[in-house]
């Protein structure tokens, strides 16, 4: 079993900057993919942007470039640094991960609210 736990989020105005965090605890050998994904009221959740154990990134197009994803290996932790935000990223982010048996996790969500 993993536990994610996540911190940041918040209200921020258009254009301005937050940062989320999510560390994975419990019982697990290792952590393969973990990353974010968000959901907008009446919407379905979507990626916004994941990392692998080696470096590798994947983002949501309409971050590019605005977000950037980071990973602590060593203490199983992700963040998500989030610049020059718009109104449309308004919505409930989640912390994801998978486990080294290819079980997938959820964080409890954090709301983040960009006003314009």
């Known amino acids: 079993q993993v536990q994610l736990v996540e911190t940041g989020g918040g209200l921020v105005q258009a254009g301005g900057s937050l940062r989320l965090s999510c560390a994975a605890s419990?019982?697990?050998?290792?952590?393969?993919?973990m990353g974010w994904y968000r959901q907008a009221p009446g919407q379905q959740r979507e990626l916004v942007a994941v990392?692998?154990?080696?470096?590798?990134?994947t983002y949501a197009d309409s971050v590019k470039g605005r977000f950037t994803i980071s990973r602590d290996n060593a203490k199983n932790m992700v963040s998500l640094q989030m610049n020059r935000m718009k109104p449309e990223d308004t919505a409930v982010y989640y912390c994801?991960?998978?486990?080294?048996w290819g079980n997938g996790y959820w964080g409890q969500g954090t709301q983040v609210t960009v006003s314009s």
């Open positions: 990392a692998t154990p080696g470096g590798s990134t």
């Open positions: 419990g019982r697990f050998f290792s952590i393969n993919a």
């Open positions: 994801h991960a998978v486990d080294n």
